[in-house]
């Protein structure tokens, strides 16, 4: 098994060295994207949404549409300097977007009819030559990480992975009533606890590539025989523990600044 240290964060936890060259390049295309400033999306053949939009609405999300995000893309702060080169919707106009990544089902519980979004298999994580590039690591205390979600997901990323690396969809940027600014959550690693790592497959129009750490309940032992593994259970063991947003800044933390 491999230690994931504070030392593997400040490398980017160097994980082209044990994938295929293959994945390696196309990993390398995020940060030279993240380079380029991002042009703002325009909010022009918007959905049509039924009721309409209210003000309220128009003023908080983009095209008054919480799947899109928020109208204007934070630019200030930590997540502020995670934003570099995201362009919400890539190529497409908002219309465009939600026809790709959106899809309707029917809950077979209530009959109901919902949508949801379309994400990537395998856990997200990226794939090549069929196999599923993740391993089993150690994370060890006093390593940073965070999330854009909800404390119940399963999902974190070492901090300062820029978004564009993690293929979230936009509404992951919404500010929820009770919730954190910008969704965003950070975490310092009390004590080391086992987890799944390897680099985002692509998806909502972006290139993915960045790490991301995978809950396993089978690798935690007070989650055993759980089918499913949250932030917040790791919070209440003493695994890690809830920090402000600002220590997750890891260029200031661990001298990562370019």
Not at 187 to 212: K, S, T
Request: charged content about 25%; glycine content about 10%; some cysteine.
């Amino acid at each position: 098994m491999r230690p994931y240290t504070r030392l593997s964060l400040a490398l980017g936890t160097a994980f082209a060295l044990f994938v295929p060259a293959a994945l390696a390049e196309a990993a390398a295309v995020a940060p030279a994207e993240a380079e380029r400033p991002a042009a703002a999306a325009v909010a022009t053949d918007c959905p049509v949404l039924d009721p309409p939009p209210s003000q309220e609405d128009l003023d908080r999300y983009f095209c008054g549409d919480p799947r899109l995000g928020p109208a204007e893309l934070p630019d200030d702060g930590v997540v502020g300097d995670l934003m570099r080169g995201y362009q919400r919707l890539g190529r497409l106009s908002p219309t465009e977007f939600l026809d790709r990544h959106r899809e309707a089902y029917t809950d077979p519980r209530t009959g109901e009819d919902k949508e949801s979004w379309i994400y990537p298999g395998r856990k997200g994580f990226a794939v090549v030559g069929g196999e599923v590039q993740s391993y089993e690591v150690e994370v060890a205390a006093g390593v940073m990480l965070d999330r854009f979600g909800s404390p119940w997901g399963s999902f974190l990323a070492p901090a300062g992975t820029p978004y564009t690396q993690r293929s979230l969809p936009p509404d992951s940027l919404n500010t929820w009533p009770g919730g954190p600014v910008h969704n965003y959550r950070c975490y310092e690693v009390l004590d080391a606890f086992n987890a799944e790592i390897g680099p985002i497959a692509p998806a909502f129009e972006q290139p993915g590539g960045g790490d991301q750490l995978y809950l396993d309940p089978a690798l935690v032992p007070e989650a055993e025989g759980q089918g499913h593994l949250g932030v917040d259970s790791l919070v209440k063991w003493g695994y890690v523990e809830d920090r402000p947003a600002e220590d997750c800044a890891v260029a200031e933390r661990f001298g990562l600044a370019a």
